[in-house]
């Protein structure tokens, strides 16, 4: 059986983009079992917005948009499960790390874009240190970004979990959110000053 072909990324205009989004995969059996085949990362623009929905409301609480970043998964091809499901997802995740990587370094060759991490199995595969569980970076925001030195993609890392659990609309969260936006500030590059 032939594979369906891998959702494309997701980009409205390279010149403009602040961040970069990232997910795991693009598997999934939402379709009544099925496999759910998108044509965009996370299906945006398809008809059926509940991939992007969450990730879509967080970046509105940290000032960015559609317009603003570039979407991307780490693996681009379909698994046969599901990431939380697949108990060999981390060694596949770790073969793609080198073409992501590559595939990033032709939209921001000097690396100056945050990567936020749509999900915390991403930040496992990633770190090069001790891996910090998903609600201490959100109760101590000094914890972010994860340094470039210690991270596979060689770029800041922000967690940026699609999980409604870290929602940042959550107030509880708020000092995250600021976190966020006085990052987001500090990595805004001119396009000249990315090539």
């Known amino acids: 059986m032939q594979k369906p072909p891998a959702p494309t990324p997701f980009c409205y205009n ?3 983009v602040k961040a970069i989004v990232l997910g795991a995969d693009p598997s999934n059996f939402s ?27 967080n970046l509105k609480e940290v000032g960015l948009g559609l317009e603003d970043i570039y979407v991307d998964n780490l693996i681009q091809h379909y ?3 599901e990431s939380s499901s697949f108990k ?3 060694p596949v995740a770790s073969e793609n790390i080198p073409d992501c990587l590559k595939r990033l370094d032709t939209i921001d060759k000097k690396r100056r874009l945050p990567v936020l991490l749509t999900t915390e199995v991403l930040y496992k595969v990633l770190s090069n240190s001790d891996v910090i569980p998903a609600r201490q970076f959100y109760l101590h925001p000094e914890k972010i970004p994860v340094a ?3 991270n596979k993609l060689k770029r ?5 979990y ?4 870290y929602s940042l609309m959550i107030r509880k969260w708020n000092s995250y959110r600021i976190r966020i936006i ?10 000249a000053e990315r090539e």
Do not use: M
């Open 14 to 16: 390279l010149k403009q």
């Open 31 to 57: 379709d009544k079992g099925n496999r759910k085949i998108l044509t965009k990362v996370f299906g945006i623009g398809d008809s059926d917005a509940r991939y992007f929905q969450g990730i879509l409301k």
């Open 79 to 81: 698994l046969e499960f």
């Open 88 to 90: 060999h997802w981390e």
């Open 148 to 150: 470039p030195a210690i």
């Open 156 to 160: 800041q890392l922000i967690p940026f």
């Open 162 to 165: 699609r999980h409604k659990d």
């Open 182 to 191: 006085n990052i987001l500030k500090y990595c805004s590059v001119t396009e």
